[in-house]
């Protein structure tokens, strides 16, 4: 039965389906990593994801145009990123409940949005044209590699030079050194001048925007329609790959396509019929995501200022 | 030069100073403006679908609390509210993040369908008992799992707790699609379970039932355990420091393991409370994202345990204030098309709210003058 299923077309595909299914996980996880490495556990980030496709979908639907549906997921993500940043940088709130109430709102406020402006939930749901993959000239008649990596979503591709991007910050860059510094131990860094509060308002900013185009993937790009909850929990996953990745981007790109590749490997079999239950399918990636959780959480160096709020004693 | 960049874009123009906790009348103030502030935002929301918010929060409130059938189905809704809250909120005392109650609602509601389902011929006075100590296992069996991946290995709680209620999500759709199906059903879900397993109603005609005295119950007791328990006390002693508790010879692994029991036990009985009060089949889920069985009570559990602050007083209040919210939305989405989802915006508005009522307790903010 295996070896019917596993035909060159299959293999090609599910590679193809496998960086797709990675671009809302880069997204939301590269944008995570900044927020935790400031030191901001940012579990707002599946309402942001929601939000992002609510708002995006909406967007898309009245003006047609799918860039601005991004840029709207983008101009929203900064918004719960500031409201994020007030509630555990400027207030100093706890984190985790600071997080979870920007994760009701964004849930809550999601599907709000998208009745007031699009309509009543159940029956067809309206759809826009999504995105489509961009068919690229010479490289995309490569045999095997052409379909896998230059007939893709122009979405994968901003998705997959995040990762250099965010490295390069991280690492080459005074800002990602401040941020390092400032997740380290907050007080030092306010010391030698740098500006905590700022650095982190910015860090959870990027995060917001990041994770907002990330659910934006879902509404109009992945599938043509809005509905809810329908990033399945994907904002959690990415909280447990930036500990996968160690905080490191390109650590956290292969957490990305481990965790996209079980995801399109589900899909990829669903989709080829075979005689499994296609629920049982459906709860891989969540088992695989706990799983390499605890392989890997003991040996996670968590930025020493994570979940602690500074406040300058003056 | 760095104190020349600090005098530069440092100079806060407020300063933030702790203050001594203060009368109990602030903290009053302050909780009554949080509710006053959310209320305000959910007005401005009411605004934007074009209803006068008056209106709409004149129908949200008279369709919970006016009237004997309104009042009855606002208890039926929070009995559910307060088992998920309670359970939450014995976690959230020691920090084991619990947000798994929906998954472990789930878990019992499944597991005491098989027992509902199973053994018919047995009298509701031994079903009953049987059904809800099985939904109590369940529950508890699903929640001990991430407790231990936390002690054992380190593995973030939150996180495990979330993505478990996705997989039981999934495993309650596979089973009630597939092999528990109920061949004569038009949609996915299991037989009946035996009437004798399903809980009496308190008034008849009315759909209130027994769950909400067991749930007034477990809260009563949350709140003895709080009091009285030497374990109530090392609860919250794990929940302000785990190392100082573990320095004061507390065994802090097992405090959150019983924890991670007692939460998910009591949100699995939840779930027994809404097959065998409310639907007495198991079924699938709703919207491709909750089950229609649990329909988000369980992350509601989440917002009513902090809403709450944790206390069992505060937590009974606030899944009441919950159910007043649920129910009410109903009936004003039904007079002036308010949608129904604004209970769950509100969720997020109430808690950011009270956030930063919580602040202005604790703080001062002063205007810093150049």
Known sequence: MIGEVITATFVISFLAATLRMTVPLLFGTIGEAFAERSGVLNLGIEGMMLMGASVAFTTTFYTGSLWLGVGAAVVVGILLGLLMAFLTVTMGAQQHVSGLAVFFLGMGLSFYLYRIFVGELGGVPPTVTPFRPVHIPILGDIPVLGPILFQQYILVYIALLLVPIAAFIFDRTTLGLQITAVGQNPKAADTAGINVFRIRYLCLLVAGALSAVGGAWFSIAQSSMFLPLMTAGRGWVCIALVVFGNWMPYRILIGALLFGGIDALQTSLQAVGIAFPYRVLQMLPYIFTIIVLVAVARRATYPAALLKPYRREE | ?370
């Open chain 2, 1 to 370: 030069m760095p104190l020349q960049l600090k005098a530069k874009i440092g100079l806060p123009k407020f300063r933030i100073e702790k203050r001594p906790p203060p009368p109990l009348l602030t903290r009053v103030k302050w909780y009554i403006l949080s509710v006053a502030m959310s209320l305000a935002v959910g007005a401005i929301l009411i605004l934007s679908a074009g209803v006068n918010p008056a209106v709409a929060y004149y129908h949200l409130f008279s369709g919970a609390l006016g009237g004997k059938l309104a009042i009855t189905e606002t208890l039926w809704r929070f009995t559910p509210l307060l088992f998920t809250g309670t359970a939450v909120a014995v976690a959230f005392t020691c920090k084991f993040w619990n947000i798994g109650a929906e998954g472990q609602m789930l878990a019992g509601a499944t597991l005491a369908a098989y027992f509902g389902v199973t053994f018919v011929g047995l009298p509701s006075w031994v079903l009953i008992p049987l059904v809800t100590i099985a939904g109590f296992l369940a529950g508890a069996a699903w929640a001990a799992i991430p407790a231990i991946l936390r002690t054992k290995f380190g593995a973030d709680d939150v996180v495990t707790t979330l993505l478990g209620n996705w997989i039981m999500l999934y495993l309650v759709g596979a089973l009630v699609e597939g092999p528990w199906r109920d061949p004569y059903s038009l949609w996915p879900e299991s037989p009946a379970i035996a009437s004798a397993a399903r809980f009496p109603t308190l008034i008849p005609g009315y759909r209130i039932h027994i769950g909400l005295i067991i749930a007034v119950l477990i809260s009563l007791l949350f709140l003895l355990i709080m009091r009285r328990s030497v374990w109530g006390y090392q609860l919250k002693a794990v929940g302000a420091n785990p190392r100082a508790a573990g320095f004061a010879g507390i065994n802090v692994s097992r405090v959150l393991i019983t924890a991670a029991i007692l939460s998910g036990g009591i949100a699995g009985i939840a779930g027994v409370n809404e097959l065998c009060g409310t639907h007495f089949h198991l079924k699938g889920i709703a919207m491709g994202a909750v089950g229609e069985l649990s329909w988000g009570y369980g992350y509601a559990g989440v917002f009513i345990a902090m809403l709450g602050g944790l206390h069992p007083i505060g937590v009974m209040l606030a899944a009441f204030f919950m159910a007043i919210m649920i129910n009410g939305s109903q009936a004003m989405y039904r007079a002036t098309g308010v949608y129904s989802p604004f209970w769950r915006v509100m969720q997020g508005v109430i808690m950011i709210c009270l956030l930063i009522g919580i602040f202005m307790i604790n703080y001062r903010v002063r205007r810093v003058k150049e």
